[in-house]
């Protein structure tokens, strides 16, 4: 049943306190508070204060309030001032990651709350007040602290942190207490001199020289602490200063940064142009013309044969550049650096690309994107190929140059579970790019659109599209140097060829990928492909890639779709209602595709399930890496193997064929 407003309260504040209330166990406390609907700040709803239409303050302390904060309170964006403080939430928990961005006070002490400190709260620049102390927290401070710019109380204290307080240093603290922790290290010189400072009960080095402070005991557990063990040193300073010490280090960065500016100018660029009467274009398909390519090999490694064992190594090409001049695509050029090798690209007219789609007609038309439009082409050779002509608004601000860059970064990808981009398209007011083809379409239409000439995955087929993408996302990660990001990833980004081998679509086009506010055009937030720090901060990271993957596992698990308009409301994300049922047992096989009709072993639904677990984690930080993501998946892959239940022989006979070299 639908949530409905029968007043003036903004509906998003509405649903979340709806959504608090029922994580809250439905409290009988919380007078005037209901589970659908209601109108808080047209009605007197315990704790709720309002400015206008919006929510601006929840106090609820000392209320014996039990459960969790919910999953959107991040959706209260008027809300400054949350006070939990003296209950029995959190369960032993961690804080929901998904706080009010907007908040100027916080206080959720005295409840039961453990875990890490989640990333949310360091992107609240507002935030002047934050009170956590007499929790289960424990762990270092995250080094993300340092943007809470506008901190000036800080309690912390009665938990079991670790590590050091460094991450504080810079803040505009006027109180702070890290009492009864298991704080490490020093006292940074800018926190000493702070009037309300609680240190006691902590291993700081004695050679801090930090003198014990007042002990002043705030909360209802306060532990004492009358054994203060920051004391003063009673040994002798250093004969060399820290300001001595400093000298020496920057002289050393100094030499070091010379020394590798003057090797990196002595490597020698060699330009030089072909004579035109050696071009020989006739044996391209089309009136395009082939450009020799060479840049350095260290971009891109894929020597790892561990990492990378679905791959033949001989398949792996070198990376390439491109053309840097639209107008010299007429002429052959050879770009040579110390240790490339050539490769090619083909520079097509837009002219040629319009007969092959038969002028990008609607028979063509594969798919789109937030940033351009697929479609078919049909060479003269019997080749096909894909071609993704980009919107003029993900180039408006972008000159010819940078499009060549892009597809710099975009060329210099090769694995054989990444989209190879086989040549593109630069006249003014157009620029394509254009792919290899595969024949079975995006894994999403493979999920949700069947029809009687697709049969649903068998699970080992998923196994091995989870498995492909996360060594196609590896490589992008972890061997490319800079790393590269997606940003982008989804199920219609996932190409699959004839044998059902994932190409992952659309890598190194992050400078164009938009903005949020245009990805919400796309439903790219909606789709529930987003991490939760993106739709916060719109600050994409590694994790952000993984946060991703792990939805498109869920995806291939359920069948479903990560959301989904015409499921019961609390069903429509499929995050928010798989991940609680992730780590029982009994709830799994409820929950996974009914088209797979039970061929699939529970062991191996169990370890996929502790995989998307470890994915989808709130706190980027606590998500794995891709590669060890890829050596989970790959026992995996192994050992559904050998399972006669979970296979069919075609899907063994695949699966066999899975570390070999990919030919479609």
């Known amino acids: 049943m639908r949530s409905l407003v029968d007043g003036v309260t903004d509906q998003a504040d509405v649903s979340a306190l709806n959504v608090l209330y029922g994580s809250m166990n439905s409290s009988p406390q919380l007078t ?40 959107s309170l991040n959706s209260m964006l008027s809300l400054i001032d949350l006070d939990l403080s ?47 102390s007499f929790n289960s927290f424990m762990g270092d401070l995250p080094e993300s602290f340092t943007n809470i710019s506008s901190l000036t109380t800080l309690n912390l204290q009665n938990n079991q942190f670790t590590g050091t307080i460094d991450a504080l240093a810079t803040l505009p603290l006027e109180d702070l207490n890290v009492a009864n922790n298991h704080f490490t290290g020093r006292i940074p010189n800018h926190l000493k001199g702070i009037k309300n ?119 792996l090409k070198p990376p390439t550049t491109v053309l840097k001049s639209s107008s010299d695509v007429d002429d052959k050029f050879s770009i040579m650096k110390e240790g490339a090798t050539p490769s090619k690209a083909i520079a097509y007219s837009l002219a040629d690309l319009q007969i092959a789609t038969n002028s990008f007609s609607r028979d063509n038309f594969i798919g789109e994107g937030s940033i351009g439009r697929v479609y078919r082409a049909h060479l003269s050779d019997g080749k096909v190929l894909a071609v993704k002509k980009l919107n003029s608004s993900a180039l408006a601000k972008q000159s010819s140059d940078d499009f060549f860059d892009l597809v710099l970064n975009v060329a210099r990808l090769h694995h054989p579970h990444v989209t190879e981009l086989v040549g593109f398209c630069s006249e003014p007011g157009q620029h394509v790019l254009i792919y290899e083809f595969h024949r079975n379409g995006s894994l999403h239409d493979r999920l949700h659109l069947l029809d009687e000439y697709n049969k649903p995955l068998s699970w080992a087929n998923r196994v091995k599209i989870a498995l492909g993408t996360a060594r196609a996302l590896e490589y992008l990660h972890e061997f490319c140097s800079p790393s590269v990001l997606h940003k982008n990833l989804k199920s219609t980004n996932i190409l699959l060829d004839g044998d059902h081998n994932p190409h992952l679509s659309d890598c ?7 903005a949020l506010e245009y990805q919400a055009l796309d439903n790219s937030l909606v789709s529930g492909y987003t991490a939760p720090e993106v739709a916060i901060s719109g600050h994409y990271t590694m994790k952000s890639d993984v946060f991703s993957f792990g939805v498109i596992m869920l995806e291939l698990m ?5 959301f989904d308009s015409s499921r019961p409301r609390l069903e429509q994300s499929l995050i928010r209602w798989a991940t609680p049922q992730l780590d029982d047992i009994d709830a799994l096989d409820k929950m996974v595709d009914p088209l797979l009709e039970g061929l699939y072993s529970a062991k191996s639904l169990s370890r996929f399930a502790s995989t998307i677990v470890l994915c989808v984690h709130p706190e980027p930080e606590l998500r794995p890496a891709m590669s060890d993501v890829v050596q989970g998946l790959a026992r995996l892959m192994q050992r559904s193997s050998m399972s006669k239940r979970t296979f069919s022989r075609d899907a063994l006979e695949s699966a066999q064929r899975y570390d070999g070299p990919t030919t479609s």
């Open 32 to 71: 005037g508070w209901t589970l659908n609907g209601g109108d808080p700040c047209g009605r007197t709803w315990k704790g709720v204060l309002c400015s206008g239409s919006a929510v601006t303050e929840i106090k609820l302390s000392g209320m014996q309030l039990t459960g969790s904060l919910g999953y």
């Open 86 to 132: 003296d209950n029995n939430l959190g369960g032993g928990r961690m804080i929901p990651y998904n706080l009010p961005p907007n908040l100027h006070r916080l206080s959720l002490s005295s409840n039961s709350f453990s875990g890490g400190i989640p990333y949310s709260i360091s992107l609240m620049v507002s935030l002047k007040y934050l009170n956590i």
């Open 197 to 315: 400072l609680q240190i006691y009960g902590n291993s700081w080095d004695t050679g801090s020289e930090v003198h014990p402070t007042q002990q002043s005991h705030h909360g209802k557990r306060s532990t004492g602490g009358n054994n203060p063990s920051c004391c003063p040193s009673s040994g002798k300073k250093s004969i060399i200063g820290g300001w001595a010490i400093a000298g020496i280090v920057m002289s050393v960065l100094i030499i070091v940064s010379m020394l590798a500016f003057f090797l990196a100018k002595s490597k020698v660029v060699k330009f030089s142009r072909e004579d035109n009467s050696k071009k020989d274009l006739s044996s391209t398909p089309l009136s395009s013309k082939e450009v020799k390519l060479v840049i350095p090999s260290q971009q891109c490694t894929s020597t790892n044969t561990e990492a990378l064992q679905s791959a033949n190594p001989s398949s």
């Open 508 to 514: 190194g086009l992050t400078a164009i990928v938009p």
């Open 558 to 562: 359920t069948g479903r779709k990560p």
